[in-house]
């Protein structure tokens, strides 16, 4: 429990907003990713198509794979642009998250190693087979919405989700017993109806 606080902790201090870990087992996802894609609800994501073993089960990403240490990081802006200018995704304000995200989790990777000298393993940030949102959610940083977002709390969703996996046995979080409950409003102000039932989002249709 010490050694995963002061990850956590170390975590926070690199500038995450979030930091929760998880055990490195198959996800039960696949089946109903291999649905969704059946369905051709990827659109031109074809990379989502390949890998779906290893999306399911991170120890065929990162052999020796024991803990999932999931961060979330906000990337809401603090000043908007001019609304009389054309209008871009929040998420690209800034630098590439890729750059910023993966540097934060190889200063972590790092820092967990002068604790454990044995560690190893991979960080990711949207950059491989890994079911982000599920691992984080799985990880107690909060639960997906029925937008397919990651909904951290008070805190909502405009956040960049990464992942350290290692070879270390943590302190495992729980699941955080939260839904979205009756409410619909995404559903409904989805102006191109790509949220076609809840959970369940057709890239097709997502002008995003």
């Not at 052999?63 to 603090?78: D, E, H």
């Not at 639960?143 to 909502?156: A, E």
């Amino acid at each position: 429990m010490i050694i995963t606080n002061k990850i956590k902790q170390y975590a926070l201090s690199l500038g995450f907003d979030a930091c929760g870990v998880c055990r490195a087992e198959s996800s039960g996802e696949e089946e109903n990713l291999r649905e969704w894609i059946r369905l051709n609800y990827q659109g031109d994501m074809s990379y989502l198509e390949r890998n779906i073993e290893k999306r399911d089960n991170p120890r065929l990403l990162v052999p020796g794979a024991k803990s999932i240490v999931s961060v979330a990081l906000n990337y809401y802006p603090n000043k908007k642009r001019d609304p009389q200018l054309p209008g871009f995704a929040y998420y690209a304000y800034g630098k590439d998250y890729h750059f910023v995200v993966k540097d934060k989790l190889k200063q972590l990777l790092a820092y967990i190693q002068t604790i454990c000298p044995d560690t190893e393993g991979r960080f990711f940030c949207d950059s491989a087979p890994v079911l982000e949102r599920y691992w984080a959610a799985k990880a107690g940083l909060g639960f997906v919405g029925k937008n397919t977002l990651l909904i951290i709390p008070s805190k909502g969703s405009f956040f960049f989700l990464g992942e350290l996996i290692i070879n270390q046995e943590l302190v495992y979080d729980s699941p955080i017993d939260l839904s979205c409950g009756n409410c619909t409003r995404c559903i409904e102000a989805c102006p191109t109806g790509a949220i076609e039932q809840a959970h369940l989002v057709n890239a097709t249709k997502c002008i995003s």
